[in-house]
């Protein structure tokens, strides 16, 4: 029966316009589920009315941003029922941009409310994020998704800084043990950084529990991975938290906008020498 309705799903899907087909899932597929009537992996994540603060958080300051900007209805669907662990962004018949957030997801037992804010900044990334942009299937046109790494990218440097100026709590630190903000503490000091990359590090934590192979992040480690060409999926845990800091220290350009065709626009640049390029353990400036 299973077999059935999945070749169902797949038939149906075929007959379907190409833009209606683009889901970008924050994380990568996985069968971890998290239902309401358990709370979490031992305890932690977040309830159900923090799930919607946070929530209304992120839609008070965005939801103007979007509409004044590019004249779309921001639309945040709050699934809070739903236990896989897992986010995703898409786009409805008017080209609205669509952020789902499942209850699983914040459910888990290493979500904060910041990093919750930090997993729909990164879907808004994939709406806004700019170049490079994602491939259609196996063609060679672009999709009007950001790449993974590019949306993180967007996450730090665009999306959690505003958030944090309309309301700096922070005691959102207190998340982290003190080892790790003396760490934190050594890459940067302002209040925006410290808790986006305690966020960051929350959700590199998450998305190690996800895949067998991969390890959580940490401040002091970087990725050793250097790619040939631009990796468009989700990187590993340890790329991700190096691009979420990336991020945070490219401050010359974090009031400009991402360009959906030069990477160069809005971002910081290696080429310049300037600090928050993003990590080549995802991004190549010659082949994206």
């Not at 239902?35 to 932690?44: A, D, H, I, R, V």
């Not at 944090?164 to 950084?193: G, H, L, P, Q, R």
């Not at 895949?211 to 340890?238: I, L, R």
Request: include cysteine; glycine fraction near 6%; proline fraction near 5%.
């Amino acid at each position: 029966m299973q077999k059935l309705s999945f070749i169902s799903i797949i038939l149906s899907m075929a007959f379907l316009p190409l833009n209606s087909l683009a889901v970008e899932n924050c994380f990568p597929e996985n069968n971890v589920k998290i239902p309401t009537g358990l709370k979490s992996f031992g305890g932690g994540g977040i309830a159900q009315f923090q799930f919607h603060q946070v929530i209304d958080q992120f839609e008070r300051v965005w939801k103007p941003i979007v509409k004044e900007k590019y004249g779309k209805d921001l639309k945040v669907e709050r699934l809070w029922d739903e236990a896989r662990v897992n986010a995703h962004a898409t786009r409805d018949d008017d080209n609205n941009p669509v952020i789902v957030i499942n209850g699983g997801l914040a459910r888990h037992r290493d979500m904060s409310p910041d990093s919750l804010l930090l997993i729909m900044c990164h879907e808004l990334g994939h709406h806004y994020g700019g170049a490079p942009k994602n491939f259609r299937g196996k063609s060679t046109r672009r999709s009007w998704s950001s790449a993974e790494g590019q949306a993180d990218y967007f996450a730090s440097n665009k999306c959690m800084r505003k958030l944090i100026e309309e309301n700096n709590d922070n005691k959102s630190v207190n998340f982290a043990d003190k080892m790790t903000m003396s760490e934190i503490e050594k890459v940067c000091m302002s209040e925006s950084c410290k808790r986006t990359s305690v966020a960051a590090l929350a959700l590199g934590r998450v998305f190690a529990s996800l895949k067998y192979d991969w390890h959580p992040p940490k401040v002091n480690g970087k990725s050793k991975v250097v790619v040939d060409n631009t990796f468009y999926k989700h990187p590993e845990p340890q790329c991700r938290f190096d691009t979420f800091v990336a991020g945070l220290l490219c401050d010359e350009e974090k009031y400009s906008d991402f360009d959906n065709s030069d990477h160069s626009i809005g971002a910081c640049i290696r080429d310049r020498g300037q600090p928050g390029a993003r990590p080549l353990c995802w991004f190549s400036p010659e082949s994206y």
